[in-house]
Each structure stands twice: as C-alpha cells, then as structure tokens.
C-alpha cells in the first residue's frame, strides 16, 4: 500500500516521533510506502508532498516541530476543497492517509472518512482537550516546561513582593494550567470552563500576601471574567476554523489586579515556548505507541479510526468520537484544586 501522512494544526512535541513509528514500522514489517504531505490539509489540497522513507524519519524521535510542517487549512473553507483531495490522492497513488492532528485537523479527517477518503487519525495537542483519549502526547511536555516556569517565577514573586501572572495555552480547556499550577504550587488556577470573578481572585491575593508570601496566578490564554464582574476583553481575528487567535487574559489580569489590590503585578505569556523543543520520555513513548498502532489500523483496512489511550492501553475508537466533543476539566476536578488557593 502506498500511504500518505500530514500532520495539521499547532505544532506538538512528539510529532515527528509518531511519523517515525508509523514508517519505520510500515516499511520495514509490512512493506508498505509512504509519501509525506506538506503543511496539513494544505499538503493534499495542492498536491505539495516530500519523500518519506526510512532515511528521512532518522534521527527524528526527540526533535520537536515536525517534518512535514503544518497549517490551519480547512479544506471544507475552500470551494471544491473536498474533490481536490481526492483528485490529488488518487493522483499520488495514494490508498490510505494518516492524519496527525488535533480537533480541527481530525474533524477534517473525520468529515472526509464519511465521504469515503480511507483515513486514520493520531490525536495530538498541547491543549489535551480531545475526547476518546486520556493523553494527547505534547501535554506532558507543555505542562512540564509551564511548571519549570512557575518554578523560577516563585522567586521573583517573593524576592519583589509581587504578584505574578503566569499565561498558559489552553483556548477551550484549562488542563495545562490545572496540572501545571498544581505542580508548580501556585495559589490561583483560572481555566476558561469557569469563569472567574475578579473579587473573588483580588482577595485570593491579599490573603497569599498576608501570609508573607507572593501569588502566583496561573491563567489559561482562553479564561474569561464571569458576567457582571466588570472586565472586559478584546477578540482578534479568526483562523480557518473561525477560532479567535487568544493572548491577552494575562497582561489584563495583572493590570486589574494591581489596579484593584495596589500590588505591584506582573504577568509572563509563555506561547509557543510550551510547543517548542524535545518531547519528554512520556510524550516519545506515547507519540510512538500511537504511530505503531495508527499503520497497524492502515495495514488492517481499519479506517475512520483514531489511536487512544485508556490506562496504559492503545485502542481504536471511531474518529467521530474522538473529535465530536471537547475534553473539558469537571467541575470535580477543579474544587479539588481550589482548596489550595489564596
Ligand atoms: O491547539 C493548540 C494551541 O497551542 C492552543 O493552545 C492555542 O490556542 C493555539 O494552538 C495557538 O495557535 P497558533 O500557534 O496558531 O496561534
């Protein structure tokens, strides 16, 4: 079988490490051959491809990024979008696509595997907000480089008397900032699942100062001030998917609360640092189990499936459940947190 890969939306530590598994495990064990598409959808929808054999995956496991690059092109956004993949695939030779990505990039796959493109999915993102699975693999990585920033920033909060404001990635679901403020101790957790109340936050802050300690606030870029609390935010411009591009909560957090408490407040955004780099062990072990597991469904004729973990299982579930809702923290989950606040 001759098998196309792409790998579409924000790059993800581990990337790279489930198209070496999917090749390495492809041509050396099942004969298969693979050409590699650029750019996500882009890739296929115009026919811009690269070589993918065992020579070009050497080397790959720990680097971040991914080979192939990426895009946020929607191919259901662009007029014949659908029949120009089907055309280019067929031209290419191709019977089957892997399709490494997040909701976006697998709601694509999962639309086109019910108009008959033979597709399998990997799930990845940072955010690990995809349902079906219990781990996306880059969310160990992310979580750990935002947990070595709160790390150092403690001691600048408390050297300066400051409150510190820590922004994280984390557009619909807060899990990068619940584990990593939990692992980082910090003493206010905002996820966009719970709108917070700007009161309530500016007295979690005297209450931490009171007790001869600096706050650290960590807050995911996608949180938002409940209604009626008085602070506002501004929307930017949208991607492909209609997804407003976030980034902001952090600085207008700090400014409301210094403006509130009169406590000098700082805040850091770390972006695209919690994308970048090489993938912990975790996330190189995770990213290859879903790579060997993904061919293994091609080889199959198992399509219209995404890779999951469940414990320490790798199963397949159907792409329409993997990408039909959202993972999002359980209310549960982040009262256990909240104990710790203030
Ligand atoms: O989907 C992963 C993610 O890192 C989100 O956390 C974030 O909102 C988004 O991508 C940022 O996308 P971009 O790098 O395209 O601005």
Redesign the pocket.
């Known amino acids: 079988m001759k098998v196309g890969v792409l790998t579409g939306?924000?790059d993800c530590p581990g990337l790279n490490a489930v198209i070496r598994a999917v090749v390495r495990k492809g041509v050396q064990e099942q004969g298969h051959s693979f050409v590699g598409f650029r750019d996500g959808w882009r890739g296929p929808l115009e026919n811009d491809t690269t070589p993918l054999g065992v020579d070009e995956v050497r080397g790959i496991l720990p680097r971040g990024g991914t080979i192939l690059g990426s895009s946020?092109t929607n191919p259901f956004a662009i007029e014949n979008g659908v029949e120009r993949i089907k055309d280019n695939l067929a031209a290419q030779g191709c019977d089957a696509l892997v399709a490494i990505g997040?909701e976006d990039t697998l709601g694509v796959a999962t639309q086109l595997a019910e108009l008959g493109v033979k597709v399998v999915g990997v799930p990845k993102?940072?955010?690990n907000d995809l349902s079906g699975t219990d781990f996306t693999f880059g969310f160990d990585t992310a979580v750990n480089i935002a947990t070595e920033a709160i790390d150092r920033l403690h001691t600048t909060a408390e050297s300066h008397h400051r409150v510190l404001v820590v922004e994280v990635?984390?557009?619909h679901a807060g899990w990068i900032a619940l584990h990593a403020g939990l692992a980082g101790g910090a003493n206010i957790i905002l996820i966009p699942e719970r709108p917070f109340d700007i009161d309530t936050v500016c007295a979690q802050v005297e209450s931490r100062f009171a007790t001869h300690f600096s706050p650290i606030v960590v807050v995911s870029?996608g949180a938002v001030p409940a209604d009626g609390t008085g602070m506002t935010l501004h929307s930017g411009e949208k991607?492909a998917f209609g997804h407003v591009?976030?980034g902001g909560i952090g600085d207008r957090l700090a400014s409301e609360i210094e403006h509130r408490t009169g406590q000098e407040s700082r805040a850091v955004v770390l972006g695209?640092v919690q994308?970048g780099g090489t993938p912990t062990a975790f996330d190189r072990w995770l990213a290859t189990r879903f790579g060997l597991h993904a061919i293994q469904a091609v080889h199959e004729g198992d399509f219209g499936t995404m890779m999951a973990l469940r414990g320490t299982d790798i199963v397949r579930v159907p792409l329409a459940e993997g990408t039909g809702e959202l993972k999002l923290v359980s209310p549960e989950l982040y009262e256990e947190a909240e104990v710790l606040f203030g």
């Open positions: 939306g924000g946020r997040g993102t940072i955010d990635m984390g557009r870029e991607d591009r976030l695209h994308r």
